[in-house]
Nanobody
């Protein structure tokens, strides 16, 4: 069982930055790919970024060059640095733990989410 707890959401102006963090419980963190997804009001949940067990990173086209995902296996944490934020980035952001070390595996566990609001 893996528990994921997100933090760092909030209200920011267009062009600003936020750093989200996700703390994971359990002993399997380093062997899992980790990711971030988001869900805006009245929209489907969508992929944002992922980092696999070999530290390779993957990004949605909409956030490339603005967001950076990183992980610290010693602390069981994964972070999402978000820069140059836009109103369309407004959403609940969810941390995800994949079933394997590969980004191409399915998501096994979800956090409860943290809200990011970008004002225009």
């Amino acid at each position: 069982q893996v528990q994921l707890v997100e933090s760092g959401g909030g209200l920011v102006q267009t062009g600003g930055s936020l750093r989200l963090s996700c703390a994971a419980s359990g002993r399997t963190f380093s062997s899992r790919a980790m990711g971030w997804f988001r869900q805006a009001p009245r929209k489907e949940r969508e992929f944002v970024a992922a980092i696999d067990s070999g530290f390779s990173t993957y990004y949605a086209e909409s956030v490339k060059g603005r967001f950076t995902i990183s992980r610290d296996n010693a602390k069981n944490t994964v972070a999402l640095q978000m820069n140059s934020l836009k109103p369309e980035d407004t959403a609940a952001y969810f941390c995800a733990a994949y079933s394997t070390g590969s980004y191409y595996g399915g998501v096994d566990y979800w956090g409860k989410g943290t809200l990011v609001t970008v004002s225009s």
